[in-house]
């Protein structure tokens, strides 16, 4: 049974950084597209980073340069290092993973196959 389990959130000023982890079990990460979406209220979810199969990243535009996202595979967990942080970086964080894409997961927010129940992070001005 595939399970992922996120931490890291909480509340931070502006500028601020965290880094969320989200621990994954039942089956090997190296075999998936795994990434980070988020939801604020009132908005759609959104890809925020991604890691394909063969290693490579995606992120959304808006978070290029201040978040990076990496993988240890020995430890079956994915990272989101958050830094510079704004307020409209404030939403509920989601891991997810889906074995079916080869490429760039970036774009299934709804599409795919499992997901963490999410971690909030909450980013104040």
């Known amino acids: 049974q595939v399970q992922l389990v996120e931490s890291g959130g909480g509340s931070v000023q502006a500028g601020g950084s965290l880094r969320l982890s989200c621990a994954a079990s039942?089956?090997?990460?190296?075999?998936?597209?795994m990434g980070w979406f988020r939801q604020a209220p009132g908005k759609e979810r959104e890809g925020v980073a991604t890691i394909a199969k063969d290693g490579s990243t995606s992120y959304v535009d808006s978070v290029k340069g201040r978040f990076t996202i990496s993988k240890d595979n020995a430890k079956n967990t994915l990272y989101l290092q958050m830094n510079s942080l704004k307020p409209e970086d404030t939403a509920m964080y989601y891991c997810?993973?889906?074995?079916?894409?080869?490429?760039?997961?970036?774009?299934?927010?709804?599409?795919?196959?499992?997901w963490g129940k999410g971690t909030l992070v909450t980013i104040s001005s």
């Open positions: 997810a993973a889906d074995p079916r894409y080869a490429g760039s997961c970036l774009t299934s927010y709804y599409g795919m196959a499992y």
């Open positions: 039942g089956y090997t990460s190296r075999s998936y597209c």
